[in-house]
Each structure stands twice: as C-alpha cells, then as structure tokens.
C-alpha cells in the first residue's frame, strides 16, 4: 500500500494538477517505469514543433546525446546547460550547494523575462528561513551529542552475506543536499571517495558481490572505521532500505535503531519550498538521534564557509555556517551581521564566515539567441523550475 510518507518528495494534489497540464512526454517509452529513464525522444518534437529555447538540469546533461545537439544547432534552438559537479570535468565547475542551483534557475527565469510572483516566492523563502533555522539547532544538538551522519545509496543487489551489502557512499561536497545541510551544521561523514563523487562497495556489481560491511564498518580500503550513528537514505531506495529485512540482513547499529532520513541525491526539484521541506524531514529525524558508534572528534574547518570542505575519510566538519543572503542571521542561529569596508554583510561570529561562491549561470548554446523578453517557448529536460514562476514547459 502506498504510504506517502516515506515520498516526500511526490507531488501533491496542486503540483500534480500542474504537471498534468504539461503536454507531450519526451520519454514515453520509458516515463511509466520504475527505473532509470534515459530516453529523449526528438521525434516528438520533430512532430509538434522545438522550443525557442532548452534547459537541461544539471544532473542530467548525460541524456543530451550528439544526435539531440545536433538536431538543436539545425532548428538554431539554443540549449543552455545548468552546471554542477556531478556531471563533466569536476575540475572546472565549483560544486554548488541547493540554494546556490535555486538560485541559478531563479536568475535564469528572471534573465528570460518570466514574471515573478514576488509574494508567493517570499513566502516560500520566508517558510525556507524558518526550517533552516529550526534545523541550524537540531544540527547544533547533534553536534553537541557527537551523532554523525553518513549519506549512502544502499542497499544495492541482493544474496549478499549476512552482514554485507552494495553501498554506494556520495561525496559530501559534491552533492548540493548534503553541502545545504552540512553549511547549516550537519555533522556528516566524509569518505573514501578519491575525488569522484561515489565511493564504491558494490563489487562487480552483480548479487552477492557488495561488500559494505554492518559491524565495523570500514572504507573501501579497509583502512577508515566509519562511526556512523545517522543514516541518510538516497530516497531511490527507499522502500529497501526501510524494510524489516534490510535491517536483519545488514544490523548496522543506527539502522537498528531506526535513526535515518530521506536524502534527495541532487536534489533534483530545484525550489525553496522543497528546500524547506528537506530540512523539515531530516531535522524531525535528526532531532532524537543519539549516538549509538564509538566517538569521535569533529575536524575545524578554517576555510570559507560554503566552499568545499575536502576532508579525510571517516572525518566530520565543525560548524561552519553558510549565512543565506534572504534570511536574516537570527533565522539561522548565528550572531548578527555586520558590514565590512566594502560594505558586505559579515557575522561578528568567528565560527561563521559570510563569504559565499556567487551564481553564475554558465549556458552552452547550439545556435540562435536566447530571448530575455515575450512569449519565450522551453523545453526542461528533467529540471523541476522555481514555483511559482511562469517558466513554460
């Protein structure tokens, strides 16, 4: 039986009235199934006519072949591509947390002269403000208690032997979830991830192959005890990660205990509201959580708060926040602001610092210009826009 408590994510009545409104399906041949969905399907839009413009979501540039490229340059339809870290050279795009991706579609919706419902989308901030903030203390607590998260997409395969299973383990500043929570006080857990963005413990992939390990669990190389008291579940996984068998078959101590919380890898629906809604689900998790592995001590972050952080397998930052630019300090829970000689915003706290990377908006255009004014036709592919602006579909 369908529990939407455990889909957050999912749309509710009014989004799904929205996205019902939406004509065409550019992946019919697989949008009904429930798995990987790589398919775009040009002959549609071949049949009803391109867009003036394509927006493709950072964490799906993948599923912009040659051919579709190449049939956009021919209809001189632009294609403006939101960058991230996840996808492409890591080494020339600085990871970017959720507000920053936010941000960077609001900029662009804005550049293409969507009208703003300044309102609702204050609302949204304002809402966004008050669960970042309530989260900033649950964090603060967990810190103090010494609870440390792990983020990891598990389990993966079955027939695994008792106490195994296929775990994938994301980099904490290469995922603009986990960077949003963790610039808000998150104590979580790096990993062994040499750079990419995974770190692998599913073997050759194939059942029975994972070797993520429930007691004493450990890096890849085995050398890095990792002291996981709070799990956060990538939410692709989540009905198998949350069964009662899961947790016989894997016994790690936190998962016993039922201290874990949904984790949108990527986010992937890029509002404040849904923003907002993460913080809520994961702090009302976080909030009781004890630590259940053995302690450890948090590592001082000296650098800019916001940036990648870059620690050692099995190591957690010290606070270190992020000030958001719409809430005020108090929203977040650190010391007031004050302005510096060039007249930015800087907290008297020295556990704090306000620097941020700015959005940029990197676009890539196949032909033509892109319109900044009128009726402007775009096609997202796999990108859920700011709501409520008026961003055609």
Known sequence: EYDPVVFPADPDTE????????????????SASNYYCDIVDTNYLNK?????????????????????????????????????????????????????????????ALALGTTEDAVA?????ASFCEAAGSF???????????????ASYMPYQKDHAEGLTGAFLP?????????????????????????NYWEYHAGDYSAGAGIFKSIGTTSLSGEVLYHVDFWLYDDRVSLDFLSDQFAEDWPHP???????????????ILSYKHAGEILTVVGAQLKDAQRVSSPTDCTLFDGVAGTPRDLGPGEY???????????TAEDVGIEKTKETD?????????????????STMEEEEQGGTISSSGAVRIVTVALAVVTPMALLL
Not at 15 to 30: K, P, V
Not at 177 to 195: C, D, K, R, T
Not at 318 to 327: A, E, L, T
Request: proline residues 6%.
């Open 15 to 30: 989004e799904r009235a929205y996205l019902d409104a939406i004509t065409g399906d550019l992946s019919a041949g697989c």
């Open 48 to 108: 009803n006519g391109w867009p003036d413009l394509i927006v493709v979501g950072a964490f799906y540039d993948s599923l912009i072949s040659e051919e579709f490229v190449g049939n956009a340059t021919e209809k001189n339809v632009p294609i403006v591509m939101l960058k991230n870290s996840y996808e492409g050279d890591e080494s020339e795009t600085e990871p970017r947390d959720m507000l920053e991706m936010i941000e960077l579609v609001e900029t662009l």
């Open 121 to 125: 989308v204050g609302n949204d901030k």
């Open 136 to 150: 900033r203390r649950i964090a603060q607590t967990a810190q103090d208690n010494g609870v440390r998260s792990m």
């Open 171 to 195: 980099n904490p500043d290469q995922d603009p979830v986990l960077s949003m929570m963790q610039n808000l006080g998150l104590p979580i857990l790096y990993n062994e991830h040499n750079g």
């Open 254 to 268: 936190a998962l016993v205990a039922k201290q874990h919380a949904y984790w949108p890898s990527n986010a992937r």
């Open 317 to 327: 930052s010290c606070v270190s926040i992020k000030p958001v630019s719409f809430c």
């Open 342 to 358: 060039d007249g930015e915003p800087k907290p008297d706290s020295t556990s704090a610092d306000s620097t941020s990377a700015d």
